[in-house]
């Protein structure tokens, strides 16, 4: 039977990783973003506790069911499947304590392929560089994390209400907030999966449960209808009104409460700024005259009566958010993968970009930081041209970028959506969010590309 270990040194007490790992979220966090992998349900890490994952592989889903045993509170735990695509897979993970601030992790995995011998003979090779890739993925994001979360909560745990929890932003923040050891309620839609730990709201008919947001020191809101589509005239309207009304029912509601949360941190975008060309941009820079600039602006001025009540209010003028998992690195991937990827237009627009695991990081910062409000800029301090991004997907997928879409396609093709988001060029400094004390992770674009596809 095969055998694949991998150790890392974590900076903190055996006890706190092996609480990380059995909070929710854990398996969230640690799954490869390149791979399409979801928790169907879990019962905790307790003895005798089952797992159910399905994995995806096109129109192919396998389900996958582990068994947790051999809990060794602070110290281990170990996963064995019952069901699944292995011939036999166990899975043991250890803490060890090196000192009070020092752990080793160690993931030991005891498997057989598919066919067993004959199955490694075949594609022996293939299960030993996945497993490489999906576990230097885990060590490095537990690590990140777990440093991340040891500097700023300085012991002390937050009840946080996110609004669009499902969307691609949400649904990374929400695991980083429990493995964190924060309590987190969901904002959800009658009907569409609200628990004990949801809130039920509609913003188009202007209701929501006051209520549950008591006891809330903070309110976190990225909720919004998928910009990346062609607009007509109807398609900006569900835009704008996904946006502005849910902000301002949100900034409403919590000027309204008598122990309002201390802090509002509401999305944005750079779209705020328009076209500018190779200007830079802060966030005293004006905004742009088109569609996205004037609905980035309603947006904001939707949380004046929350900033009027005295909460403190972050408006986060997200860049490209980079992920496999959705955003414009998703579309990208099957082109250039085919060895058909290129510039767009001229390739010399500049391209305010951020990893998807920094920004979840500068969420919590800004909640955590007192020192931040108003509009904070939310991109890498790394800007690149669409050239230089294209040359750095290309080598880091090791596929020629030579089949450029022209700005003439882009604007038949997309409409205002290209000539506004493709084809823009935003230029913007993060330097208020270094000067706050933010360190990125991810602030070089082949890094960043690296960490998300696994290469």
């Known amino acids: 039977m095969p055998v694949f270990e991998k150790s890392s040194e974590i900076p903190v007490s055996a006890e706190h990783l092996f609480e990380w790992h059995c ?40 389900r996958w069911i582990a068994r947790h045993s051999d809990i060794q509170p602070g110290q281990q735990f170990v996963d064995t499947q019952i069901n699944g695509p292995f011939a036999s897979w166990i899975h043991t993970h250890s803490m060890n304590q090196i000192d009070d601030q020092l752990a080793v992790l160690k993931d030991k995995v005891n498997y057989s392929p598919p066919l067993r011998l004959f199955g490694q003979l075949l594609a022996g090779r293939f299960i030993l560089r996945q497993l490489e890739r999906t576990f230097a993925y885990r060590h490095e994001v537990t690590k990140r994390d777990l440093e991340f979360h040891q500097a700023y909560s300085e012991g002390r745990q937050m009840k946080i209400a996110v609004g669009g929890s499902t969307g691609l932003v949400g ?9 964190g050891g924060h309590e987190v309620v969901r904002l ?22 006051a209520a549950g947001l008591e006891g809330c020191e903070a309110v976190v809101h990225l909720g919004g209808k998928n910009i990346a589509c062609r607009w007509s005239s109807s398609t900006k309207d569900v ?9 301002a029912l949100l900034s409403r509601t919590l000027a309204e409460m008598d122990n ?52 403190r209010v972050v408006n986060l003028r997200i860049g490209v958010v980079l992920s496999p998992q959705g955003g414009a690195l998703k579309k990208m991937l ?37 020192s931040l409000s108003g509009p904070v800029n939310a991109t890498s301090p790394q800007v690149v041209t669409n050239r230089e991004f294209t040359k750095a997907l290309g080598k880091v997928l090791r596929r020629p ?16 959506m290209g000539e506004e988001l493709m084809l823009a060029s935003t230029r913007c400094d993060s330097a208020k969010l270094g000067e706050s004390g933010f360190q990125f992770g991810y602030g070089n674009l082949e890094a960043s590309l690296r960490h998300l596809l696994g290469r």
């Not at 835009?239 to 902000?247: D, W």
């Not at 076209?275 to 609905?295: Q, W």
């Not at 970028?401 to 205002?416: C, L, R, S």
């Open 23 to 62: 909070r929710p979220g854990a398996f969230e966090r640690l799954a490869p973003p390149w791979e399409q992998i979801e928790l169907v349900s879990s019962e905790g890490i307790q003895e005798g506790a089952v797992a159910e994952l399905v994995m995806k592989a096109g129109p192919i889903r396998r």
């Open 171 to 179: 649904s990374a923040l929400v695991p980083f907030l429990t493995t």
């Open 188 to 209: 959800t839609r009658s009907g569409h999966g609200a628990d004990e730990n949801s809130i039920e709201w509609n913003p188009s008919a202007s209701t929501i449960d």
């Open 239 to 247: 835009l704008k009104t996904s946006r502005v009304e849910s902000a």
């Open 260 to 311: 309002p949360p201390r802090v509002f941190v509401c999305a944005s975008a750079i779209g705020f700024y328009g076209h500018r060309g190779d200007d830079v941009m802060t966030e005293d820079s004006p905004p742009g005259p088109r569609f996205i600039s004037e609905l980035c602006q309603a947006w904001e001025e939707a949380t004046a009566p929350a900033r009027k009540a005295g909460i």
């Open 334 to 370: 099957f082109p250039f993968k085919m060895g058909g990827g290129g510039i767009v237009g001229s390739g010399r627009q500049h391209w305010s970009w951020i990893d998807l695991d920094d920004l979840i990081r500068v969420i919590l910062h800004c909640v955590q930081t007192e």
């Open 401 to 416: 970028t030579i089949f450029p879409m022209p700005a003439f396609v882009v604007k038949a093709a997309f409409g205002e």
